[in-house]
Structures are given as structure tokens and as C-alpha cells.
């Protein structure tokens, strides 16, 4: 997929199933038919869904339809709850402001819904995302309609990590290292042109090969944690004491510049250190 600038022109894919094509964060349509990068990543086109949006890598997070996220209450109104969404790098007084209604709960009534204290930490799913409004949150997935992981988070720590971080967290890590191994081939190449060859770029490549979630793989084959991870930035993290918990936050942030293979190894390490 091509990597984009803000302003860079944008040719929308031939539609197979000649459905209307859906544009997603980072992209601008000017009517007629122009489509216009408004930020720097890559071009990510789901053929299945008509979708085409831009993935990149920055710290500011804008609330998207189906994310989930973590949120912070600030407090309660009349029929919802108005909470922060920080960003990898904002904390939360300064963030973006959400609504998340009282009855925004698996099988929530007036008398059964969660009552959210100012201050708790929350795992949402944004509902609705409008440029002209305030973004909405539920605590429920949209296709079973049970919690399916979101509600109040007790307990635990929060740690941030880079938005292209947390989309790798949660699966989406085959095509973000893609991007950095093109780069690195296209590299390649152009020293092999110049007679430049270093045998070992290959190898260093291949370190690479890995779905950027080995980190929270690795843990938790060595470890017992709990962990829910939001798109915006931030990753909440409970384990057995502080020392673990602080332990895989540290993971986290070193997992993000190394490769597959040495991720495991730093994790092996961090383990190892912690039991003593």
C-alpha cells in the first residue's frame, strides 16, 4: 500500500461489488470525485468492506465509529456520563469529551445501570463519531449485544503507547510492519545497485517477521495479566502485584521499536528479572 502526505491525491480503488465507497480517518472528498490525503500514513483499502482509509502513527487519536477505547469519567450528568478520550500523548483533563449514556450497558435500566464514579477508568466502543459533535460510547458490542470485555476497569494501571502501537495490539500488525519492511527492501535494493551489499540485511529483515503483538503473546505464556487495549493510545494492564503490572507496561513501550524475535527475547528477560 503507498504511503500518503498530507494533500497527496487519492485514486479510489474500482469498486467490486459496485457498492458506494466508504472513506475512513485521514481522507477529505471534495465533490465531484476528489479524495485528499489531510495526514501522513499508509493507505489501507478493505475491498471486502469498500473501505479506504489512511493508518498512521501519530499521537493525537480522533474518535472513530467501532473503536474501542479507554476513557476516563469526569462526571455524570442527567441520563449519561461525560468522560475524556486521551490520546497517547494528552492527559486526560485535556482531552477530547465523550458522552457515554447510563443505559449504554448490557441490559442497563434506570435501576440496574453501572454507577461510574469520577475518576474510573472505562473500556468503551465509540458508537457515534461526528466532526459536528461530541463523540457517543457504549459499553456493549454492537453484533451480540453482551459486554464482550467493556465496562469499568478496576484496578490495574494505564500506560500509553503510540497509536500505530495499539493497532498493532489488537491485530492489526501485519500490515504496519509491512510498511517498514518495504522500506527496508527498497533500501536494500538501492545498495545492491550501488555494490553497497551487506549480507546481513536479509537476516535483520527477517527479525522483523511478526504481528507486533508477540509482546502480550509472550507475556502471557510466562505470566498471568489482564489486559484491554484501546485505539486511542492507551493500554490498561492489571497483574498479580505492582511489580508485574509495571513490569509488562515497560514491555510495552521497549516492544515497540524491536522486531518479533527480539521483542520475545527482551520479554524473557524482563520475566526473569521480575521472579528473580
Known sequence: M??????????A???????QLKLGPGLTHTPPDN????????????TRKNVIWVEGNGRRYTPTHADPIIVTVLRGSADAYICAIPSSSSPAPSSVQATLP????????????????????????????????DPELEC?????GKAMGFGELKGGMVFSVSLGMARRLLGDGNRMRGVWKREQKTAR?????AGMTDAGDAEKEEEWE??????????????????????????????EDVKSTLMVGRCLAAAESLGAEETKDMVRREVRALQG
Open 2 to 11: 503507498p504511503l500518503l502526505l498530507p494533500g497527496d491525491p487519492v485514486i
Open 13 to 19: 480503488p474500482a469498486s467490486q461489488k459496485k457498492q
Open 35 to 46: 479524495i485528499v490525503a489531510h495526514k501522513a500514513g499508509e493507505l489501507i483499502i478493505d
Open 102 to 133: 447510563h443505559l449504554a450497558f448490557p441490559n442497563a435500566t434506570k435501576k440496574t445501570r453501572p454507577i461510574l464514579a469520577p475518576g474510573a477508568v472505562v473500556y468503551a466502543r465509540v458508537s457515534l463519531a461526528n466532526k459536528h459533535m
Open 140 to 144: 456493549f458490542d454492537a453484533e451480540s
Open 189 to 193: 535494493k538501492e545498495r545492491e545497485e
Open 210 to 239: 511478526g504481528t507486533g503483538a508477540e509482546v502480550l503473546e509472550e507475556l502471557g505464556r510466562l505470566i498471568s495479566f489482564e489486559c484491554a487495549v484501546g485505539r486511542n493510545g492507551k493500554v490498561w494492564v492489571e497483574a
